[in-house]
T-cell receptor, first 112, second 113 residues
Framework: SQTIHQWPATLVQPVGSPLSLECTVEGTSNPNLYWYRQAAGRGLQLLFYSVGIGQISSEVPQNLSASRPQDRQFILSSKKLLLSDSGFYLC???????????FGSGTRLTVV | QKEVEQNSGPLSVPEGAIASLNCTYSDRGSQSFFWYRQYSGKSPELIMSIYSNGDKEDGRFTAQLNKASQYVSLLIRDSQPSDSATYLCAAPNAGGSQGNLIFGKGTKLSVKP
């Protein structure tokens, strides 16, 4: 069966510090991978998606970046965090339309 | 801008009652729809998907789709306190690629014992 792992579960970082969140999927090949952010009181916002190794599409311009160095690994990064980067970050995978996503357990990031 | 709209609630129902959650979407090209349940502090969990007009039943859950009205709903029969959560409606961004989903902001459901 397929599983998705996301870590860390919680993170408190100072403004201006770097960020690296990692997500890995097991039990499937060539998944579509997604990074979403859920800010307090707001909906899920798609940040990045990837259909293959090294292929990254950005939905929202910001100070975050994503990389996919391996088929089942997806990394979200930032060189300098802003207060507005606080939120609940969710990684998800799918095999494409018309199937839904499976989400990881999420990382709650607080920038102080 | 494609949108998925939901009433934010909170929707409060007594235990054993039917909870009705509604969602509208703007993109007529959307072909598949999803309902996710999200407990407080947890990640969303897929509970229902529906692709055709009409009803789809799975246990206590029934999803209803009306493409002409661009309306999708979720009925929860015999509601339990454990059903208390935020329910997210999602539809594909039909103009986008690779199955990107657009999510509503969710309806918070509270089931009172």
């Amino acid at each position: 069966s397929q599983t998705i792992h996301q870590w860390p579960a919680t993170l408190v970082q100072p403004v201006g510090s770097p960020l690296s969140l990692e997500c890995t999927v097991e039990g499937t090949s060539n998944p579509n991978l997604y990074w979403y952010r859920q800010a307090a009181g707001r909906g899920l916002q798609l940040l990045f998606y990837s259909v293959g190794i090294g292929q990254i599409s950005s939905e929202v311009p910001q100070n975050l970046s994503a990389s996919r160095p391996q088929d089942r690994q997806f990394i979200l990064s930032s060189k300098k965090l802003l207060l507005s980067d606080s939120g609940f970050y969710l990684c998800a995978w799918s095999v494409g339309q018309p199937y839904g996503y499976t989400f990881g357990s999420g990382t709650r990031l607080t920038v102080v | 801008q494609k949108e998925v709209e939901q009433n934010s609630g909170p929707l409060s129902v007594p235990e054993g009652a039917i909870a009705s959650l509604n969602c509208t979407y703007s993109d007529r090209g959307s072909q598949s729809f999803f309902w996710y349940r999200q407990y407080s502090g947890k990640s969303p969990e897929l509970i229902m998907s529906i692709y055709s007009n009409g009803d789809k039943e799975d246990g206590r859950f029934t999803a209803q789709l009306n493409k002409a009205s661009q309306y999708v709903s979720l009925l929860i029969r015999d509601s339990q306190p454990s059903d208390s959560a935020t329910y997210l409606c999602a539809a594909p961004n039909a103009g986008g690629s690779q199955g990107n989903l657009i999510f509503g902001k969710g309806t918070k459901l509270s089931v009172k014992p």
